[in-house]
């Protein structure tokens, strides 16, 4: 139903910065949360932060100061800007809707966001 398309993933030297974006459409509900997660190899998927309706947003202590998200102000676009990007960053990052009235989580395909030298 919901469909969400992310963008903005790659190659970054560490202290870099990244800017991602995910768009949803397909049925979306005007009270709703998204966010992003991300998976490391051999790892399991940890949330990074997520982002109200209203523009509340809610981050993973290890990415505090660093990123921020952020949404459009109008649609269902958000945003992670990603500043002095470690290592440890690189992962799969995948954004998640979630509607007010439903518990079902959608999920995009995932960007690659890679940190080395």
């Known amino acids: 139903q919901v469909q969400l398309v992310e963008s903005g993933g790659g190659l970054v030297q560490p202290g870099g910065s990244l800017r991602l974006s995910c768009s949803a459409t397909?049925?979306?509900?005007?009270?709703?949360?998204m966010g992003w997660y991300r998976q490391a190899p051999g790892k399991q998927r940890e949330l990074v932060a997520t982002?109200?309706?209203?523009?509340?947003?809610n981050y993973a202590d290890s990415v505090k100061g660093r990123f921020t998200i952020s949404r459009a102000k109008v649609g269902n676009t958000v945003y992670l800007t990603m500043n002095s990007l470690k290592p440890e960053d690189t992962a799969v990052y995948y954004c998640?809707?979630?509607?007010?009235?439903?518990?079902?989580?959608?999920w995009g395909q995932g960007t690659q966001v890679t940190v080395s030298s």
């Open positions: 998640k809707y979630r509607s007010g009235p439903s518990t079902t989580d959608y």
């Open positions: 397909g049925g979306t509900f005007p009270n709703n949360v």
């Open positions: 982002i109200t309706s209203r523009g509340t947003p």
